[in-house]
């Protein structure tokens, strides 16, 4: 599940403009961690949100096990 939410806000000193619209979404994903045999682990991750605010998001990083 995911929540999104959009704001706008304008002030030019003539016309002033603000809205906000929220979204809810699911969110769809894979991700998988490589044991390298040490205690430094790669991993990956891919996400893809559905909702009127799509979005795909792909994550990269290291763990460090503190064992």
Do not use: C, H, W
């Amino acid at each position: 599940m995911s929540l999104g939410t959009v704001k706008v806000k304008y002030d030019d000193g003539n016309i002033r403009y603000k809205d906000t619209n929220s979204e809810l979404g699911l969110n769809l994903g894979i991700g998988t961690n490589l044991n390298l045999g040490g205690s430094i682990k790669p991993f990956a991750e891919f996400k893809f949100t559905i909702s009127d605010f799509d979005q795909a998001v792909l994550f990269f990083g290291v763990k460090y096990d503190l064992k």
